[in-house]
Nanobody
């Protein structure tokens, strides 16, 4: 059983930066996809970025050039470096994982992920 736990949320001024972390435990090997999602107040959950088991990454258009997803060498911790935050980035951010690889056509579909963290709040104020 894989468990994921996020940390690192908080409140910043617009233009500021935050780094989120997601620790995955219980992973025993094989292909996987790990991703960050977010749910702004009153809106549906949306995909932010995903990291494949081969290290390739993919991003939502709204965060390209500002956010960077990465993993540590042991592939047990997923990070999301968020720069140039705007009020539109304010949301609950979730880490998600599934035990098969990402693909460009489905990484953003939240229903494909089996394992979810509890979420961490990110607030960027103007």
């Amino acid at each position: 059983q894989v468990q994921v736990v996020e940390s690192g949320g908080g409140s910043v001024q617009a233009g500021g930066s935050l780094r989120l972390s997601c620790t995955a435990s219980g992973y025993t090997g094989g292909n996987y996809c790990m991703a960050w999602f977010r749910q702004p107040p009153g809106k549906e959950r949306e995909g932010v970025a995903a990291s494949k088991s081969d290290g390739r990454t993919t991003y939502a258009e709204s965060v390209k050039g500002r956010f960077t997803i990465s993993q540590d060498n042991l592939k047990v911790t997923l990070y999301l470096q968020m720069n140039s935050l705007t009020p539109e980035d304010t949301a609950m951010y979730y880490c998600a994982a599934r035990l098969y690889d990402c693909d460009s056509g489905s990484w953003w579909q939240d229903w494909r992920y089996t394992y979810w963290g509890q979420g961490t709040q990110v607030t960027a104020s103007s």
